[in-house]
């Protein structure tokens, strides 16, 4: 009986790269790498960027500016990727590849030599940050189908996800160079491309080669047309539809985005239609009904869009005010419950005032109108105030709202003169221990209400001349025994109900009644026939009017921390919450159990 023998195929074994694979592996990867790492690097570098060219992006008018450079080069890339993709195939990659490498080159030089201040820089920056674009994209559009004709099938994911990884790396290595090249020179932020850029161009045009197929087909004039067209509006649409509009956070609402935004649909459904109707498309619409293919860019879409939302993070981590204690204001219950003077709309982040440190050092205070309950904030450079040495941080995150408010209240609104008296409502609270030192320093007797034996005691300590239970029982003539039975000349109120009809009837003629808050959430009205029988006054007072005339707070905002830094005025510090237990804050300054400023600690 004879024996049997099995052959055994042996495995194919997979060709190995050549030197030429290599090289472009090498050149294509350094090309993806700064291309990826030019759209972080300008973002984390702003700030510096528009201090450079002296323009605050932040304020009105110009925040079309800052949106541009931020979103500006990615929108040109996501239009034109496609587009310069397909033109490589019909007229050579490797062509379309070199000529993007110099077109970025010579947009990065041309960048970091703007002759320009303000408005006009701005532009100039935005006008070659689109040429950059271009060179950006003609280079990711073509470095793929490189690698792919370069790469034998069976190494090509290698090659690939090679560059992929160089994207990524980019993406998050630039928000680092974008910080420590702008301490140097924002101009260092485009220099930083200028070597590579010349090194990659010169070494692309002597080593790589066409080596793939070329396929001379037409233009799809129409495609292109109608994709470029609807997607760039789809996307400048919502570019402006996150700006400010007529008064709204947003601008959803403006007829020119919803112009673009529907236009731009529309656009893209011409594109569809046309793709499908003609021989040679610029895209295969068909190439979505392959599961793999769909998959595959939707997942790639989705992370993206999650990258996007941590590079902003980490923008505004890195280049925010870090705020080591935050004011609590009335305001913001009012805030928080929505039954303010203002309408809230989610989400909301109360705080109207900060005070911390920049990145560079520098201690600062601000108004913001809201979202001061954060670690760090971004905020214009314009509304930034210097804090003296001699103030120090708690000082600072208690005096400032507060403080411009007293002293608005006593010195514009009441206008006290010497020899009158004052009545102040919640004066233990941050707002009424100032204004107590402030008619004070004016020559005013001051009568303060508080609540309890050691808040009056507090009050008295800073000056005042008298102190009344804000429970009495006969509120009115508890005002006049202290004041020798005579009326009042001035009262500031914020509690609202029934203590607003008695110290409006004991308000002597020509006294001045200026309500800054309604407390007790139960509003008045006044009868016009009774003030002119008295000849008195009320007047109200929303500190965000005055905020909006410069003119008149700076010069107050001045005073104020002279005062403080000199010593003749006191900050009286309450409580201090962790930043975590806000709303306990807030019970406690509803329920009347604080004195002095309340502050929010993050660190705690």
């Not at 323009?55 to 008018?61: E, F, I, N, Q």
């Not at 649909?265 to 793999?292: C, D, N, Q, S, Y």
């Not at 508890?478 to 609202?496: F, K, P, Q, T, Y």
Request: with cysteine.
């Amino acid at each position: 009986m004879g024996s049997s023998t099995t052959a055994t195929t042996p495995k194919p074994v997979a060709p190995k790269p050549d030197r030429y694979a290599w090289i472009a592996l090498a050149n294509t990867t350094a090309a993806i790498f700064m291309a990826s790492l030019d759209g972080s690097v300008v973002i984390i570098a702003l700030p510096a960027i528009f201090r450079g060219i002296n323009l605050d992006p932040l304020s009105a008018g110009n925040i079309s500016y800052l949106l541009w450079m931020i979103m500006g080069y990615r929108l040109v890339q996501a239009v034109l990727v496609v587009n310069l993709g397909k033109l490589g195939d019909m007229f050579g990659r490797v062509k379309m590849y070199n000529a993007g490498f110099v077109v970025f080159t010579i947009a990065s030089v041309l960048l970091s030599f703007d002759p320009y201040q303000g408005g006009h820089g701005a532009l100039w920056l935005i006008g070659w940050r689109f040429l950059q674009a271009v060179g950006g994209s003609m280079l990711m559009a073509n470095s793929a189908a490189i690698l792919t004709d370069a790469f034998p099938a069976e190494r090509r994911g290698f090659a690939l996800g090679t560059n992929q990884i160089a994207a990524l790396a980019g993406m998050f290595i630039g928000l680092v160079a974008g910080g420590l090249l702008a301490a140097w020179d924002w101009r260092a932020v485009f220099w930083i491309n200028v070597p590579v850029g010349v090194f990659g161009t010169v070494w692309a045009y002597m080593m790589l080669r066409d080596n793939g197929v070329r396929n001379r087909s037409k233009i799809d004039w129409w495609g292109n047309i109608t994709f470029a067209l609807g997607l760039g509006s789809v996307l400048v649409g919502t570019t402006y539809g996150i700006q400010p509009y007529h008064g709204n956070s947003m601008g959803w609402q403006s007829p020119v985005v919803l112009g673009e935004l529907i236009g731009g649909a529309a656009l893209l459904v011409v594109f569809v239609l046309i793709e499908t109707h003609i021989a040679e498309p610029m895209f295969r619409i068909g190439l979505f009904k392959i599961r793999a293919f769909t998959a595959g860019n939707m997942a790639g879409l989705l992370v993206s869009i999650a990258r996007g939302g941590i590079q902003f993070m980490l923008i505004i981590w890195l280049q925010g005010i870090w705020l080591p204690l935050h004011g609590v204001n009335f305001a913001d219950t009012h805030a928080t419950r929505n039954d303010y003077l203002a309408e809230q709309t989610l989400p909301l982040i109360p705080g109207a005032e900060i005070s911390g440190r920049t990145p560079d050092g520098r201690r600062v205070a601000a108004l913001t109108g809201s979202g001061g309950y954060a670690e760090k904030v971004l905020v214009p450079e314009s509304l930034l105030i210097p804090i003296p040495d001699e103030v120090d941080d708690d000082q600072a995150a208690a005096m400032l709202l507060q403080g411009l408010t007293a002293m608005a209240l006593v010195q514009r609104c009441a206008r006290i003169e010497p020899g009158e008296t004052i009545l102040i409502e919640a004066a233990a609270g941050g707002t009424g221990t100032i204004a107590v030192q402030i008619a004070k320093r004016a020559g005013a007797k001051v009568i303060g209400l508080a609540s309890s034996a050691e808040k009056r005691a507090l009050v008295e300590g800073l000056g005042a001349d008298a102190t009344i239970d804000s429970h009495a029982e006969d509120l009115g003539a508890a005002i006049r025994e202290a004041n020798g039975g005579e009326r009042v000349d001035a009262v500031l109120h914020m509690s609202g109900g029934d203590a607003f009809d008695a110290e409006l009837d004991v308000l002597a003629p020509l006294g001045r009644m200026v309500v800054f808050g309604i407390a007790s959430r139960e509003q008045r009205e006044v009868s016009t026939a009774a003030l002119l029988r008295g000849s008195k006054a009320v007047i109200g007072f929303w500190l965000l009017h005055l905020l909006a005339r410069r003119e008149l707070a700076a010069p107050m905002i001045g005073e104020l921390l002279g005062a403080v830094a000199a010593g003749d005025i006191e900050v009286t510090v309450g409580d201090v919450y962790p930043l975590s237990d806000a709303a306990q804050a807030h019970e406690a300054l509803i329920a009347r159990r604080t004195s002095g400023k309340l502050l929010l600690d993050p660190s705690k």
